[in-house]
């Protein structure tokens, strides 16, 4: 692998400030829109459906504007970073790889991030291209700013819909991030472990992905996950809002 692409929400910044500073504009407490936030992951719809459940109707991105003019707009530091951020960007950039750092978020969020000076050879953001996830042109920027062919760049993310499967049907390689709402809920649904090139835990396995070889490979006696036991665990899950 020569270059490794990463989301950014819940992949490298945790949502917590995020939906703290929503539910305290929206005047409710910040575990009542966890829990409604919670409730959409489950039923495969947006997380910021949980906002129009609290305000019906409610123009989310009006509703973000109104914010920043009152002086309560966005905000990220160090601690919105997992732990595992630099140590991984930092190994990935020793070992060779080209880092990129291209999610979803507003070019103020790329002025923040880029302010955090990561082990990253670019950072940029869906307003900053002008197209977001999972539009088919969102990945075609990211194999342009690869710098490596599709086959050698990876993909990673915590969303299935948003990340997984627009990646992998741009042909780049792919690793599922156990991490987040959707990363949790989604990891065993078929359609995640049958597109995932990779499941991971933690950023830091990223490394022994690039020292990993060709994927493809014949990966031995491992059968994957139980058939019996992913299907009750779907049926648990109800429907993932596929774009394969």
Not at 135 to 144: M, Q, Y
Request: charged share 25%.
């Amino acid at each position: 692998m020569e270059t490794i692409v990463l989301d950014i929400g819940e992949t490298l910044v945790r949502d917590d400030r995020h939906w703290a500073s929503w539910a305290d504009w929206l005047g409710v407490p910040p575990h009542t829109l966890g829990a409604l936030v919670g409730a959409t992951v489950a039923q495969g719809r947006e997380a910021t459906d949980a906002l129009r459940i609290l305000r019906p109707g409610m123009d989310v991105e009006e509703a973000c504007r109104a914010r920043a003019a009152a002086g309560r707009g966005e905000h990220l530091d160090e601690s919105d970073l997992y732990q595992d951020v630099r140590p991984a960007l930092g190994e990935l950039r020793a070992a060779g790889v080209r880092v990129v750092v291209a999610g979803d978020g507003t070019a103020r969020a790329g002025e923040l991030l880029r302010a955090l000076d990561l082990p990253a050879d670019l950072v940029v953001t869906s307003d900053e291209w002008g197209v977001r996830k999972p539009d088919p042109e969102f990945f075609a920027r990211v194999a342009e700013v690869s710098g490596a062919a599709p086959e050698a760049t990876l993909y990673v993310g915590d969303h299935p819909a948003d990340d997984l499967f627009p990646a992998a049907a741009a042909g780049l390689r792919t690793a599922h991030l156990r991490r987040g709402p959707y990363g949790h809920w989604w990891a065993d649904h078929p359609d995640v472990v049958e597109t995932a090139d990779f499941q991971i835990d933690a950023l830091t396995e990223l490394v022994g992905v690039v020292g990993a070889g060709d994927v493809s490979s014949d990966p031995g006696p491992d059968l994957g996950p139980d058939p019996a036991s992913v299907e009750a665990k779907v049926v648990r899950r109800g429907a993932l809002r596929s774009v394969r």
